[in-house]
């Protein structure tokens, strides 16, 4: 939860440094945050409102950011790209409502409204008659022409107004712990200190449609007057108590269409406000007698300082419990810079009721990565680990976050998210795929090699005393022979699963990534002939992702024999690079889930390739060993068989490498050529036929 006063429903979900341009656990370690926008963040933020929208409307609606696209088919909800803090539960609330129409608003009725007004034709001639000084400016426009045009906005908004409090209404007693967003929505757009002042005045208290389109879209504000344009009638009518009471978009039509009616009846024609205007024209030198100025003072300030003398107040800042039926307080009128403030807030109110919320959209490109990013199921881990002082003996708690790629697909390198990680132009590609057709080649081979462990074995148990009756001996019963039964026992291998792990550091360049990938090849061939062994390969390094300019750690999937075939590692790994330092025990900690959950009832083998010390930042050293070495630990207590080679360069590494090496893991550390068949498939064998 966020540890600063701006609490939010929010707080509870999102890490606490989500809005800040980069992760406040670098500074932890001495690091510059990164700059720019964070994809990774915005598709958290993304899936975590889909969760909420699925949850809420028990359906599969897409939420997608705004982009070429809007929300108007009533098929998808578009959420903003905005991450600014206060931001978060309207944005939630938003998604939400819009989730909530597209369950149980039926849009059919806005479609064929047009259709249904036309069926009461009666009536909009009679309207065309009350306002006939306006169709008599029109000429050209037959009267139920004008009749619509007329009808047709004031209608479908009083709709929107009433269909939100149905929906609402629903939501609150279905979903009551979302009800808190949507009240951040609702203090966004209609609960602020100037709409509030706004209904308590005598501003919109003349009978147009301004005015009661303003007094009922806030209808439920704890400040609304019902002492004005009979709004007490209205209230009765949309009886909010019993809002339930609508079962469906239709009863809201027909319902919103009596409101319009006993509006009408109280509004005079368009034709006495033209007579109106006109003697007052001729009456006057333009003369106000109860607007705003009398509220200024010679240099058009308000007399007395108030809290939106600013002019900043457009409506957004939240004011105010829970929405209430009230008669308000009147208070003095408001000033004119009051007004325009009142009017900014008025015409948010009517973007939200039209549908026509500002959302900040992304670029095509940043939604391509985005998509690609999502697509590969990145998600952020916080490891924990225990640094060192370097100059005395103090032990220090740290966290790091770390980067896991679940799936690298092709349109993730080309996204180029990954700058140096991955790379579809990568110089030693081509090095690289020959080093993997080598791999597969030897593969094929240590593929026979290992065919033991898919062959299954009968062992027959005879002579026994119990079991099956064996037909041989049965001769032998007429003699007192009793142990006359047989058993027999089959043995094979539980499936099997195996992780290969490979260190794609700076120091791993050239010969010896080369080397772990054409090792790589080699067992994921081999597996790949064995009907009950799956193969997972991971590479693991630090990239400044997202060109961020701050190195963060990184696991990548890059193939998996449980959904992936074989050819996806043949294309995807020739374009990993070596790069960036070794965040060894970080990126296991980071993957322990995944490797530990998927050998649930198997038999589990973890193989890392790598060439010596762990290193990244502030993690280093006798401390770094240590947190690797316990991930280690970890596993092997799980059950999992570890298997280290050390890829050393053409001398096979210095003694100190290997010293480091063998710190970290043990037993189970092999300093063999991996590309010696005869080595490879013996210390695979060993392992394999091991019994824990």
């Given at each position: 939860?966020?540890?600063?006063?701006?609490?939010?429903?929010?707080?509870?979900?999102?890490?606490?440094?989500?809005?800040?341009?980069?992760?406040?656990?670098?500074?932890?370690?001495?690091?510059?945050?990164?700059?720019?926008?964070?994809?990774?963040?915005?598709?958290?933020?993304?899936?975590?409102?889909?969760?909420?929208?699925?949850?809420?409307?028990?359906?599969?609606?897409?939420?997608?950011?705004?982009?070429?696209?809007?929300?108007?088919?009533?098929?998808?909800?578009?959420?903003?790209?905005?991450?600014?803090?206060?931001?978060?539960?309207?944005?939630?609330?938003?998604?939400?409502?819009?989730?909530?129409?597209?369950?149980?608003?039926?849009?059919?009725?806005?479609?064929?409204?047009?259709?249904?007004v036309r069926d009461h034709e009666i009536?909009?001639?009679?309207?065309?008659?009350?306002?006939?000084?306006?169709?008599?400016?029109?000429?050209?426009?037959?009267?139920?022409?004008?009749?619509?045009?007329?009808?047709?906005?004031?209608?479908?908004?009083?709709?929107?107004?009433?269909?939100?409090?149905?929906?609402?209404?629903?939501?609150?007693?279905?979903?009551?712990?979302?009800?808190?967003?949507?009240?951040?929505?609702?203090?966004?757009?209609?609960?602020?200190?100037?709409?509030?002042?706004?209904?308590?005045?005598?501003?919109?208290?003349?009978?147009?449609?301004?005015?009661?389109?303003?007094?009922?879209?806030?209808?439920?504000?704890?400040?609304?007057?019902?002492?004005?344009?009979?709004?007490?009638?209205?209230?009765?009518?949309?009886?909010?108590?019993?809002?339930?009471?609508?079962?469906?978009?239709f009863e809201v039509r027909d319902l919103?269409?009596?409101?319009?009616?006993?509006?009408?009846?109280?509004?005079?024609?368009?034709?006495?406000?033209?007579?109106?205007?006109?003697?007052?024209?001729?009456?006057?030198?333009?003369?106000?007698?109860?607007?705003?100025?009398?509220?200024?003072?010679?240099?058009?300030?308000?007399?007395?300082?108030?809290?939106?003398?600013?002019?900043?107040?457009?409506?957004?800042?939240?004011?105010?419990?829970?929405?209430?039926?009230?008669?308000?307080?009147?208070?003095?009128?408001?000033?004119?810079?009051?007004?325009?403030?009142?009017?900014?807030?008025?015409?948010?109110?009517?973007?939200?009721?039209?549908?026509?919320?500002?959302?900040?959209?992304?670029?095509?490109?940043?939604?391509?990565?985005?998509?690609?990013?999502?697509?590969?199921?990145?998600?952020?881990?916080?490891?924990?680990?225990?640094?060192?002082?370097?100059?005395?003996?103090?032990?220090?708690?740290?966290?790091?976050?770390?980067?896991?790629?679940?799936?690298?697909?092709?349109?993730?390198?080309?996204?180029?998210?990954?700058?140096?990680?991955?790379?579809?132009?990568?110089?030693?590609?081509?090095?690289?795929?020959?080093?993997?057709?080598e791999g597969l080649i030897l593969g094929?081979?240590?593929?026979?090699?290992?065919?033991?462990?898919?062959?299954?074995?009968?062992?027959?148990?005879?002579?026994?005393?119990?079991?099956?009756?064996?037909?041989?001996?049965?001769?032998?019963?007429?003699?007192?022979?009793?142990?006359?039964?047989?058993?027999?026992?089959?043995?094979?291998?539980?499936?099997?699963?195996?992780?290969?792990?490979?260190?794609?550091?700076?120091?791993?360049?050239?010969?010896?990534?080369?080397?772990?990938?054409?090792?790589?090849?080699?067992?994921?061939?081999?597996?790949?002939?064995?009907?009950?062994?799956?193969?997972?390969?991971?590479?693991?390094?630090?990239?400044?992702?997202?060109?961020?300019?701050?190195?963060?750690?990184?696991?990548?999937?890059?193939?998996?024999?449980?959904?992936?075939?074989?050819?996806?590692?043949?294309?995807?790994?020739?374009?990993?690079?070596?790069?960036?330092?070794?965040?060894?025990?970080?990126?296991?900690?980071?993957?322990?889930?995944?490797?530990?959950?998927?050998?649930?009832?198997?038999?589990?083998?973890?193989?890392?390739?790598?060439?010596?010390?762990?290193?990244?930042?502030?993690?280093?050293?006798?401390?770094?060993?240590?947190?690797?070495?316990?991930?280690?630990?970890?596993?092997?207590?799980?059950?999992?068989?570890?298997?280290?080679?050390?890829?050393?360069?053409?001398?096979?590494?210095?003694?100190?490498?290997?010293?480091?090496?063998?710190?970290?893991?043990?037993?189970?550390?092999?300093?063999?050529?991996?590309?010696?068949?005869?080595?490879?498939?013996?210390?695979?064998?060993?392992?394999?036929?091991?019994?824990?």
């Amino acid at each position: 939860m966020r540890k600063n006063n701006n609490w939010s429903n929010s707080s509870f979900w999102l890490d606490e440094d989500f809005t800040s341009s980069g992760n406040s656990i670098f500074d932890d370690l001495g690091s510059s945050k990164p700059k720019g926008r964070d994809l990774l963040k915005l598709a958290g933020y993304r899936r975590a409102i889909a969760n909420f929208v699925n949850i809420v409307t028990a359906q599969n609606i897409p939420v997608q950011f705004s982009g070429n696209d809007s929300y108007t088919n009533g098929k998808m909800v578009n959420i903003s790209a905005k991450l600014n803090d206060n931001e978060f539960d309207p944005a939630v609330g938003l998604a939400l409502h819009e989730g909530s129409h597209i369950k149980l608003t039926d849009f059919d009725v806005l479609t064929s409204l047009e259709g249904w007004v036309r069926d009461h034709e009666i009536y909009i001639m009679d309207l065309a008659k009350k306002h006939g000084a306006s169709v008599a400016t029109l000429p050209d426009i037959p009267d139920k022409y004008w009749a619509l045009g007329y009808v047709l906005p004031k209608l479908k908004d009083l709709i929107n107004i009433i269909e939100d409090r149905r929906i609402d209404n629903f939501i609150y007693k279905t979903a009551p712990g979302y009800r808190g967003y949507y009240e951040s929505l609702y203090n966004k757009y209609f609960n602020s200190k100037i709409v509030d002042k706004g209904l308590i005045s005598d501003e919109y208290t003349e009978a147009n449609w301004e005015s009661y389109m303003f007094r009922i879209c806030n209808i439920t504000n704890k400040n609304t007057r019902l002492d004005v344009l009979d709004l007490d009638q209205i209230w009765n009518m949309i009886d909010l108590k019993d809002i339930a009471r609508l079962k469906n978009t239709f009863e809201v039509r027909d319902l919103a269409f009596e409101v319009f009616k006993f509006i009408e009846e109280q509004i005079p024609s368009l034709e006495l406000d033209k007579d109106k205007e006109e003697e007052e024209e001729e009456d006057g030198d333009g003369k106000d007698d109860g607007g705003s100025g009398d509220c200024e003072g010679e240099k058009g300030e308000p007399i007395s300082g108030d809290e939106e003398g600013d002019g900043t107040d457009d409506g957004s800042k939240a004011d105010g419990d829970e929405a209430e039926k009230g008669s308000g307080t009147k208070d003095k009128p408001l000033s004119s810079k009051q007004l325009g403030q009142l009017d900014k807030a008025i015409k948010k109110q009517n973007e939200f009721l039209n549908g026509d919320v500002k959302k900040k959209k992304l670029s095509k490109s940043d939604l391509k990565s985005l998509n690609a990013m999502e697509e590969s199921g990145i998600e952020m881990k916080e490891v924990e680990f225990e640094l060192q002082s370097e100059y005395t003996d103090n032990v220090y708690d740290k966290k790091q976050n770390v980067y896991i790629i679940k799936n690298v697909t092709q349109n993730l390198i080309d996204s180029n998210q990954f700058p140096e990680m991955f790379s579809a132009h990568n110089g030693a590609k081509f090095a690289n795929s020959d080093s993997i057709k080598e791999g597969l080649i030897l593969g094929k081979m240590l593929g026979k090699k290992l065919k033991i462990r898919a062959e299954e074995k009968d062992l027959k148990f005879n002579r026994l005393r119990s079991g099956k009756i064996d037909s041989r001996m049965i001769a032998s019963c007429g003699y007192g022979n009793e142990s006359i039964f047989e058993k027999i026992e089959c043995f094979s291998y539980n499936p099997g699963i195996l992780h290969i792990s490979i260190d794609n550091s700076g120091s791993m360049s050239g010969g010896r990534l080369r080397q772990a990938m054409k090792t790589t090849a080699a067992i994921a061939k081999a597996c790949s002939m064995i009907d009950n062994m799956e193969v997972v390969v991971s590479a693991r390094s630090a990239d400044n992702v997202g060109h961020s300019r701050e190195y963060i750690p990184v696991i990548a999937i890059i193939y998996d024999s449980r959904k992936d075939h074989l050819s996806k590692l043949i294309n995807i790994m020739p374009q990993v690079n070596a790069c960036g330092t070794t965040p060894e025990g970080l990126c296991f900690s980071a993957l322990m889930d995944e490797i530990v959950n998927a050998s649930r009832g198997k038999d589990s083998y973890f193989i890392n390739m790598c060439d010596g010390m762990p290193y990244f930042n502030g993690y280093r050293g006798e401390s770094a060993m240590r947190h690797t070495k316990l991930q280690v630990g970890k596993m092997r207590k799980e059950g999992i068989k570890i298997l280290s080679y050390f890829i050393g360069s053409d001398r096979g590494g210095s003694d100190w490498e290997k010293s480091n090496f063998q710190k970290m893991y043990g037993k189970d550390s092999e300093f063999v050529n991996t590309n010696n068949l005869i080595s490879l498939a013996r210390t695979m064998n060993d392992k394999f036929l091991e019994t824990v």
